[in-house]
Nanobody, 124 residues
């Protein structure tokens, strides 16, 4: 069974940093692109970043571009999202997801596998 497990969320002050991790099992990890998404109450799920399994490129949406970095370690079947300069507007549940490409960051429902999410709360 495919399983993705996020960790690293918590409470942080505005301007601080967090590193979220995603541990994968039950799939050939290096065959899958890993995306990061978030969802705040009352808002749609939003794509943040993706690490492509096809060409090794990384992608970022405007919400996090310039202050976040995505990485992966195929040997350990893990992926990470480093988030800096956090703002109260970043408060949300953060998810990692796996799919065969990064082509559908704007369509979260099309992604194949999802973790359970980890809460990030940024206080002012």
């Amino acid at each position: 069974e495919v399983q993705l497990v996020e960790s690293g969320g918590g409470l942080v002050q505005a301007g601080g940093s967090l590193r979220l991790s995603c541990a994968a099992s039950g799939l050939s990890f290096d065959d899958y692109s890993i995306g990061w998404f978030r969802q705040a109450p009352g808002k749609e799920r939003e794509g943040l970043s993706c690490f492509s399994s096809r060409d090794g490129r990384t992608y970022y949406t405007e919400s996090v571009k310039g202050r976040s970095t995505v990485s992966r370690d195929n040997a350990k079947n893990t992926a990470s999202l480093q988030m800096n300069d956090l703002k109260p507007g970043d408060t949300a549940v953060y998810y990692c997801a796996a799919d065969l490409s990064c082509d559908y960051m704007d369509s979260p429902s099309s992604w194949t596998f999802w973790g359970q999410g980890t809460q990030v709360t940024v206080s002012s």
